[in-house]
C-alpha cells in the first residue's frame, strides 16, 4: 500500500498505563505481563523502538467487529465495577479504558505501517482479545483487539486485504468467528489441539463469501519450534503469497514456549524470533508491514524475552533460517483443493 518504500527501519510500540490497571488478582492474565515485557525491552534499550501512547477505540470502531449490544454490556459492566464475565474472564471498572485503548492501540499501529511511518508496529497492551467473539466475551478478551485493527485498516481504504497470523497455543475463535464470513481477511492460525476453546478443527474454514478464508493448522501437545517454523513457511507463506495481503497482522500469543504453564507446546525464544523473521521477509516480498498484537503467555520471565527476541526480529534485515517441510506440516494437503500455490508443492 501508499508509503511502504518510504518507511524507516525503526519499529513504533504502542502501549498506556491503563494495560496495568485491569487489575485481576491472582489471574495467570494479569498487570505484570506486562511488566516483565517493558522491563525486558527497557533493558535492551526498547531496541531501537519508538514509543506512542496508545489512544482508545471509538465506538464506530468496535462496531465494525462487535455488536452494540456488546460494547454496551461490557461499559455497563466495567462501570458497574466489574466482576467475573464467565469463569475466566474478569473486569474491574478500569478495564473498560484497558480493552478500549487495547483495540485503539492496534488500530493505529495499522494505521501507522500502513501509511509508511514504520515497518512494523508492536501493540503490548492488554487485555488480549482474540477469543472475544462479535457478541461476546471469553477467554481472558473483552475485545478483539487484532480483528479491530485489521477491520479499521480496511473500512479506511488503506487495506484492502489483511492477513492475521495466531500463532498463541490457544485457537483464536473469536477472530475466526468476526471473520468467517469475509474474503478481504484471511485468518490462519497454529494451536494446539485438543486445548481450549475446542475449536479450530481444519474443517472450520469459513463460510459464505469467507469459505476458505479460514486455515486451521492444529498442532499436538509437544510441538515444537521447527513444526511451527515449517507451518509458516510452507502453509502460511504460500498462501499469502496467493492471497496478497496489504497487511500482516500477528496475534503474537507466546504460550506456546516451552516454560509456559497453560500448555504443553515447546517453543524457545529463539523460534518466535525465527517465526517473527519468516513474516517480515514475506512482508517484504509482499509489500505488506508487520503489525504484531500481544495475545497471551503466562511465565513471565519466558514472555519477556520471547517478546524481546519478536521485536528485534521484526527489525533485523537478516534472512531466517529455512525449515524443512515437517512431517505434521502435510496438514496443508488439507487445504490444496482451496489454494493453487500449495497444489504446485
Do not use: K
Request: aromatic share 6%; hydrophobic share 45%; charged share 20%.
Amino acid at each position: 500500500m501508499a508509503g511502504y518504500g518510504t518507511r524507516t527501519d525503526v519499529g513504533l510500540y504502542f502501549r498506556h498505563p491503563s494495560s496495568l490497571l485491569h487489575e485481576t488478582g491472582s489471574h495467570p492474565e494479569c498487570p505484570d505481563r506486562i511488566r516483565a515485557i517493558e522491563r525486558a525491552l527497557d533493558d535492551a534499550g526498547w531496541a531501537g523502538l519508538e514509543l506512542r501512547e496508545a489512544q482508545p477505540a471509538d465506538r464506530a470502531q468496535l462496531e465494525l467487529v462487535h455488536t452494540a449490544a456488546h460494547i454496551e454490556r461490557i461499559e455497563a459492566f466495567c462501570r458497574s465495577g466489574g466482576g467475573m464475565l464467565d469463569m475466566d474472564t474478569i473486569a474491574v471498572e478500569a478495564s473498560w479504558d484497558a480493552a478500549l485503548r487495547a483495540a485503539g492501540g492496534a488500530s493505529q499501529g495499522a494505521a501507522a505501517v500502513l501509511g509508511g511511518e514504520a515497518p512494523f508496529a508492536v501493540s503490548g497492551m492488554r487485555p488480549p482479545g482474540h477469543h472475544a467473539e462479535s457478541d461476546r466475551a471469553m477467554g481472558f478478551c473483552l475485545f478483539n483487539s487484532v480483528a479491530v485493527a485489521a477491520a479499521s485498516a480496511i473500512d479506511s481504504g488503506a487495506a484492502r486485504r489483511v492477513l492475521i497470523l495466531d500463532w498463541d497455543v490457544h485457537h483464536g475463535n473469536g477472530t475466526a468467528q468476526i471473520f468467517a464470513a469475509r474474503d478481504d481477511v484471511l485468518y490462519i492460525s497454529i494451536h494446539q489441539s485438543p486445548l481450549y476453546p475446542g475449536t479450530g478443527h481444519p474443517r472450520e474454514i469459513g463460510t459464505g463469501a469467507g469459505e476458505g478464508y479460514t486455515v486451521n493448522l492444529p498442532v499436538p501437545a509437544g510441538a515444537d519450534g521447527p513444526l511451527f517454523l515449517s507451518l509458516v513457511q510452507h502453509v502460511v507463506a504460500p498462501i499469502a503469497r496467493e492471497f496478497s495481503p496489504d497487511l500482516l497482522a500477528i496475534s503474537a500469543g507466546f504460550d506456546a514456549h516451552a516454560d509456559d504453564p497453560l500448555a504443553d507446546c515447546e517453543l524457545l525464544d529463539s523460534d518466535y524470533a525465527q517465526m517473527t523473521a519468516s513474516m517480515r521477509a514475506l512482508g517484504t516480498e509482499l509489500g505488506a508491514p508487520l503489525l504484531i498484537c500481544l495475545e497471551g503467555g503466562y511465565e513471565l520471565d519466558a514472555l519477556g524475552r520471547s517478546m524481546l527476541a519478536t521485536v528485534r526480529a521484526a527489525g533485523d534485515s537478516l534472512a531466517p533460517a529455512v525449515a524443512p517441510l515437517s512431517p505434521s506440516a502435510a496438514a496443508r494437503d488439507h487445504f490444496r483443493g482451496r489454494w493453487r500455490t500449495l497444489a504446485a508443492n
